[in-house]
Protein backbone atom coordinates (compact mmCIF):
# COMPACT_ATOMS: atom_id res chain seq x y z
CA UNK A 1 0.00 0.00 0.00
CA UNK A 2 1.53 3.02 -0.84
CA UNK A 3 1.72 6.04 1.94
CA UNK A 4 -1.01 8.38 -0.10
CA UNK A 5 -3.58 5.15 0.93
CA UNK A 6 -2.79 5.85 4.76
CA UNK A 7 -5.44 7.33 6.87
CA UNK A 8 -4.57 8.72 10.50
CA UNK A 9 -6.95 6.17 12.15
CA UNK A 10 -5.26 3.08 9.90
CA UNK A 11 -1.71 3.97 10.65
CA UNK A 12 -2.13 4.51 14.44
CA UNK A 13 -4.27 0.75 14.62
CA UNK A 14 -1.24 -0.70 12.18
CA UNK A 15 1.60 0.46 14.51
CA UNK A 16 0.10 0.88 17.77
CA UNK A 17 0.54 4.81 17.43
CA UNK A 18 -0.38 6.59 20.92
CA UNK A 19 -1.97 9.94 19.04
CA UNK A 20 -1.33 13.38 21.23
CA UNK A 21 -2.77 16.54 19.84
CA UNK A 22 -1.12 19.30 21.49
CA UNK A 23 -1.17 23.16 20.89
CA UNK A 24 1.86 24.93 20.46
CA UNK A 25 4.15 22.35 20.45
CA UNK A 26 6.60 24.48 18.83
CA UNK A 27 5.48 27.87 20.00
CA UNK A 28 8.75 28.58 21.49
CA UNK A 29 11.28 27.64 19.13
CA UNK A 30 13.49 30.64 17.78
CA UNK A 31 12.88 32.12 14.07
CA UNK A 32 15.07 31.92 11.60
CA UNK A 33 15.44 35.02 10.01
CA UNK A 34 14.97 34.29 5.88
CA UNK A 35 17.27 35.08 3.44
CA UNK A 36 16.87 37.76 1.38
CA UNK A 37 17.01 35.83 -1.64
CA UNK A 38 14.38 33.12 -0.21
CA UNK A 39 11.98 36.74 0.98
CA UNK A 40 12.02 37.93 -2.71
CA UNK A 41 11.03 34.55 -4.46
CA UNK A 42 8.34 33.56 -2.08
CA UNK A 43 6.96 36.97 -2.82
CA UNK A 44 7.41 36.54 -6.25
CA UNK A 45 6.51 33.01 -6.62
CA UNK A 46 3.79 32.46 -3.77
CA UNK A 47 1.15 34.80 -5.49
CA UNK A 48 1.69 32.79 -8.57
CA UNK A 49 1.11 29.26 -6.94
CA UNK A 50 -1.79 30.71 -5.49
CA UNK A 51 -3.14 31.33 -8.72
CA UNK A 52 -2.04 28.08 -10.66
CA UNK A 53 -3.87 26.43 -7.42
CA UNK A 54 -1.81 22.82 -8.26
CA UNK A 55 0.04 20.76 -5.67
CA UNK A 56 2.77 20.51 -7.95
CA UNK A 57 2.57 24.54 -8.28
CA UNK A 58 3.13 24.81 -4.41
CA UNK A 59 5.35 22.53 -3.97
CA UNK A 60 8.09 23.72 -6.83
CA UNK A 61 7.40 27.20 -6.31
CA UNK A 62 7.39 27.37 -2.31
CA UNK A 63 8.36 24.29 -0.55
CA UNK A 64 11.20 23.63 -2.47
CA UNK A 65 12.48 27.28 -2.37
CA UNK A 66 11.75 27.00 1.75
CA UNK A 67 13.52 23.54 2.15
CA UNK A 68 16.42 24.40 -0.01
CA UNK A 69 17.02 27.63 2.52
CA UNK A 70 17.27 25.16 5.04
CA UNK A 71 19.78 22.83 3.38
CA UNK A 72 21.77 26.20 3.17
CA UNK A 73 21.20 27.12 6.88
CA UNK A 74 23.15 24.34 7.76
CA UNK A 75 25.93 24.98 5.41
CA UNK A 76 24.79 22.08 3.35
CA UNK A 77 25.48 19.30 5.83
CA UNK A 78 21.91 17.79 5.72
CA UNK A 79 20.55 16.24 2.34
CA UNK A 80 17.54 17.24 0.75
CA UNK A 81 15.40 14.83 -1.97
CA UNK A 82 12.38 15.04 -3.75
CA UNK A 83 9.73 12.88 -5.13
CA UNK A 84 12.09 9.77 -4.24
CA UNK A 85 11.00 6.38 -3.74
CA UNK A 86 11.27 5.31 0.16
CA UNK A 87 10.41 1.73 0.24
CA UNK A 88 11.01 0.41 3.31
CA UNK A 89 8.43 -2.57 4.14
CA UNK A 90 6.33 -3.06 1.52
CA UNK A 91 4.65 -6.30 3.67
CA UNK A 92 3.39 -3.52 6.24
CA UNK A 93 2.31 -1.29 3.65
CA UNK A 94 5.63 1.43 4.18
CA UNK A 95 6.26 2.05 0.46
CA UNK A 96 5.32 4.53 -2.50
CA UNK A 97 6.92 8.06 -3.38
CA UNK A 98 7.98 11.07 -0.48
CA UNK A 99 7.06 14.73 -1.89
CA UNK A 100 9.92 15.97 0.64
CA UNK A 101 12.51 14.48 2.64
CA UNK A 102 15.32 15.72 4.65
CA UNK A 103 18.66 13.46 6.37
CA UNK A 104 21.10 14.45 8.38
CA UNK A 105 23.56 12.80 6.19
CA UNK A 106 25.28 15.69 3.90
CA UNK A 107 25.49 12.75 1.15
CA UNK A 108 23.02 14.39 -1.74
CA UNK A 109 23.57 11.70 -4.42
CA UNK A 110 21.80 8.72 -2.41
CA UNK A 111 19.89 8.49 0.85
CA UNK A 112 21.36 7.35 3.73
CA UNK A 113 19.80 7.34 7.18
CA UNK A 114 19.49 9.20 9.78
CA UNK A 115 16.02 10.68 7.74
CA UNK A 116 14.36 13.24 10.56
CA UNK A 117 12.22 15.13 8.51
CA UNK A 118 9.32 14.31 5.95
CA UNK A 119 6.78 16.85 4.32
CA UNK A 120 4.01 15.66 2.65
CA UNK A 121 2.33 18.20 -0.21
CA UNK A 122 -1.12 18.70 0.32
CA UNK A 123 -3.69 20.75 -2.04
CA UNK A 124 -5.51 22.57 0.51
CA UNK A 125 -6.59 20.17 3.08
CA UNK A 126 -3.81 19.54 5.69
CA UNK A 127 -5.79 17.09 7.56
CA UNK A 128 -5.93 15.10 4.59
CA UNK A 129 -2.53 14.42 4.68
CA UNK A 130 -2.09 12.92 8.45
CA UNK A 131 -1.79 9.64 7.31
CA UNK A 132 0.63 9.83 4.99
CA UNK A 133 2.98 11.90 7.05
CA UNK A 134 2.98 9.74 9.78
CA UNK A 135 2.81 6.64 7.56
CA UNK A 136 6.03 8.30 5.83
CA UNK A 137 7.13 8.87 9.78
CA UNK A 138 7.06 4.92 10.64
CA UNK A 139 8.85 4.04 7.85
CA UNK A 140 11.61 6.56 8.16
CA UNK A 141 11.85 5.36 12.14
CA UNK A 142 12.26 1.68 11.06
CA UNK A 143 14.78 2.81 8.31
CA UNK A 144 16.83 4.63 10.75
CA UNK A 145 16.89 1.90 13.39
CA UNK A 146 17.69 -0.65 10.52
CA UNK A 147 20.47 1.47 9.33
CA UNK A 148 21.71 2.01 12.88
CA UNK A 149 21.50 5.20 13.20
CA UNK A 150 18.16 5.27 15.67
CA UNK A 151 17.73 8.67 16.76
CA UNK A 152 15.45 10.31 19.09
CA UNK A 153 12.68 11.93 17.11
CA UNK A 154 11.16 11.95 13.60
CA UNK A 155 9.53 15.12 12.35
CA UNK A 156 6.96 15.57 9.79
CA UNK A 157 5.27 18.83 8.19
CA UNK A 158 1.88 18.79 6.50
CA UNK A 159 1.61 21.53 3.51
CA UNK A 160 -0.52 23.51 1.59
CA UNK A 161 2.59 25.75 0.43
CA UNK A 162 0.54 28.59 2.00
CA UNK A 163 -0.08 26.37 5.39
CA UNK A 164 2.78 24.52 7.32
CA UNK A 165 0.89 21.55 9.91
CA UNK A 166 3.99 19.74 11.94
CA UNK A 167 4.15 16.57 13.79
CA UNK A 168 7.00 14.61 15.95
CA UNK A 169 7.10 10.86 16.45
CA UNK A 170 9.28 9.68 19.98
CA UNK A 171 8.85 6.12 19.89
CA UNK A 172 5.17 5.42 19.76
CA UNK A 173 4.22 8.94 20.84
CA UNK A 174 2.37 10.58 17.85
CA UNK A 175 2.50 14.64 18.86
CA UNK A 176 0.43 16.87 16.40
CA UNK A 177 0.43 20.27 17.03
CA UNK A 178 -3.29 21.82 17.09
CA UNK A 179 -1.75 25.18 15.47
CA UNK A 180 -0.91 25.69 11.93
CA UNK A 181 1.68 27.94 10.65
CA UNK A 182 0.92 30.13 7.39
CA UNK A 183 4.03 30.82 5.09
CA UNK A 184 4.11 34.79 5.86
CA UNK A 185 5.27 33.20 9.19
CA UNK A 186 8.00 32.17 7.29
CA UNK A 187 10.64 32.98 9.60
CA UNK A 188 8.66 30.83 12.12
CA UNK A 189 8.74 27.68 9.94
CA UNK A 190 12.62 27.61 9.26
CA UNK A 191 13.21 28.10 12.89
CA UNK A 192 10.97 24.78 13.69
CA UNK A 193 12.38 22.94 10.42
CA UNK A 194 15.80 24.19 11.85
CA UNK A 195 15.10 22.92 15.39
CA UNK A 196 13.89 19.47 14.26
CA UNK A 197 16.81 19.19 12.35
CA UNK A 198 19.03 20.17 15.80
CA UNK A 199 17.00 17.57 17.71
CA UNK A 200 15.76 20.26 19.77
CA UNK A 201 12.05 20.17 19.34
Not at 43 to 68: H, M, Q, Y
Not at 92 to 106: A, E, K, T
Amino acid sequence: MAYSSWTLEMVREAFHLEKLDLQGIFADIEPVEPSTELTKALAKKAPLAVAIGTEKAKSELIVADLLVELREHFNRRVSLFSGINFNVDKDNGLMGVCDFLISLSPLQFSLEAPVIVLVAAKNDNLEAGLGQCVAEMVAAQRFNAEEGNDIPCVYGGITSGLDWLFLKLEGQQLHIDMNAYQISQCDKILGILASMVEQTA
